[in-house]
């Protein structure tokens, strides 16, 4: 199987960057992002 089949059929991004080379994201790290942000406080005193 092809890595850029691999990573669609998982539901990650696959972007072209350049050289032929590409970039592989998987968007559950944005949900991450939105856990820490929820978190972590807005001001550290």
């Given at each position: 199987?092809?890595?850029d089949e691999f990573a669609h059929r998982r539901g990650w991004t696959v972007a072209r960057t350049g050289f032929g080379s590409r970039s592989y994201r998987d968007p559950r790290f944005d949900q991450l992002r939105?856990?820490?942000a929820?978190?972590?406080?807005?001001?550290?005193?």
């Amino acid at each position: 199987m092809e890595y850029d089949e691999f990573a669609h059929r998982r539901g990650w991004t696959v972007a072209r960057t350049g050289f032929g080379s590409r970039s592989y994201r998987d968007p559950r790290f944005d949900q991450l992002r939105v856990l820490r942000a929820s978190l972590i406080p807005e001001e550290v005193s």
